[in-house]
């Protein structure tokens, strides 16, 4: 927790409101002057008559807590106004939900290949020769689609994204600046 000198600079918020800082500052403890532009967001979406009260209302160990909240969504809607801070969260929820799919798929080939291999001390089934056994079997075409081969789910690393993260300044306003086409 931060806290500005009296004596020195007014904290972010009093020098935002061009008002004098008084000693029992209310946003002193939480905007320090070394961080201007959190409060100017704060200020922006939430107003600081809101803030204010809102800070009133709380007990003094959770208006940490409650500043850093509103700091991360006033951040959030100064860069996506229509969805702040739901945007990335539903990015990341559909990144994770991506993830396990792949995951699942993986861990699906992997009891496949594992229920496949037949150990070299155990004969061939009967009607197989002894070289059809010991030639590995072909992925098929549903793998290659599942592991983004043929776009499926995999992202390649290296590779640009075919969208705009939700959280990433994008000054030219391009929208399909990931590139991958339109969609």
Request: glycine share 8%.
């Amino acid at each position: 927790m931060a806290s500005s000198s009296s004596y020195n600079s007014p904290c972010a918020a009093c020098k935002f409101l061009r008002r004098k800082c008084m000693p029992g500052c209310i946003f002193a403890p939480y905007f320090p002057p070394e961080e201007p532009q959190k409060f100017a967001n704060v200020h922006k979406i939430f107003g600081a008559s809101n803030v204010t009260k809102l800070l009133n209302e709380l007990l003094p160990h959770q208006r940490e807590d409650a500043v850093n909240s509103l700091a991360y969504e006033a951040e959030a809607r100064v860069r996506d106004p229509v969805y702040g801070c739901v945007g990335a969260i539903s990015f990341l929820q559909r990144q994770v939900h991506r993830l396990q799919k792949e995951l699942e798929a993986a861990n699906a080939d992997l009891i496949r290949y594992a229920c496949n291999e037949v150990p070299t001390s155990l004969p061939a089934p009967p009607g197989a020769s002894s070289i059809q056994s010991m030639v590995p079997r072909q992925r098929p075409v549903e793998y290659n689609r599942r592991m983004g081969n043929e776009g499926g789910y995999y992202q390649v690393p290296g590779m640009p994204m075919p969208y705009n993260l939700p959280w990433n300044d994008n000054p030219s306003g391009d929208t399909n600046g990931g590139g991958g086409g339109n969609m």
